[in-house]
Every structure is written in C-alpha cells, then in structure tokens.
C-alpha cells in the first residue's frame, strides 16, 4: 500500500520557519523523484520546489529561492521542506508528490497558515 505522510503544517507568524516532512512507504522511495507542490483558496496547484532521486541539484519556484530547501534522506524514505522568511502569500495546502516516469503518487497534504 502506498502512503505519503505530509507532516509539519501549522500557523506561522511571517518571517517564521516551518519545516516539512513526507514519510513515503509501500515503494521504493530511491527510484522516485520527489517534490512539493501547494495550492492557495482559489488557485491552481504549483510546484513550490524538486529533487530528482539520487538528490541532485533541486529545483524551485521563483517565489521561493533562497527562502525554501528541499532535501531527501533515502536511508529514512523522506523528502522534506525547510522553509524559512516565510510570506503570508506561502499560506496554502502543501502537498507532497513522488514520479518515476508515468507513475506519480499523491499525499493528503498539510496547512500551512502565514499570519500575525
């Protein structure tokens, strides 16, 4: 059975740090590329940032470099989302993808909340 755990989520004052954690089980999390994606009330899902699955140079949105690293510890099966100088425009569901050519699997996702 495959799973994507997002944890991490919360309310966050802005300029505050969160950092997120997918928990991937019932495949083998090394062959995948992993990222984080979010979607805002009323917008469409975007890529927030990437890492392909021998953690090489990442990729990220331009709203979130030099804010935001993604990074993966195979030998735990987890990808993670350090983000830092958060914005109250990160507000969003934040949610957490692995692909391997066609197949691609989905987490539930987590809030993550940007306000004083």
Do not use: H
């Amino acid at each position: 059975q495959v799973q994507l755990v997002e944890s991490g989520g919360g309310l966050v004052q802005p300029g505050g740090s969160l950092r997120l954690s997918c928990a991937a089980s019932g495949f083998t999390f090394s062959r995948f590329a992993m990222s984080w994606y979010r979607q805002a009330p009323g917008k469409e899902r975007e890529l927030v940032a990437a890492i392909t699955n021998a953690a090489g140079r990442p990729n990220y949105a331009d709203s979130v470099k030099g804010r935001f690293t993604i990074s993966r510890d195979n030998a735990k099966n987890t990808v993670y989302l350090q983000m830092n100088s958060l914005k109250p425009e990160d507000t969003a569901v934040y949610y957490c993808n692995a692909r391997t050519g066609i197949i691609y699997y989905w987490g539930q996702g987590t809030q993550v909340t940007v306000s004083s």
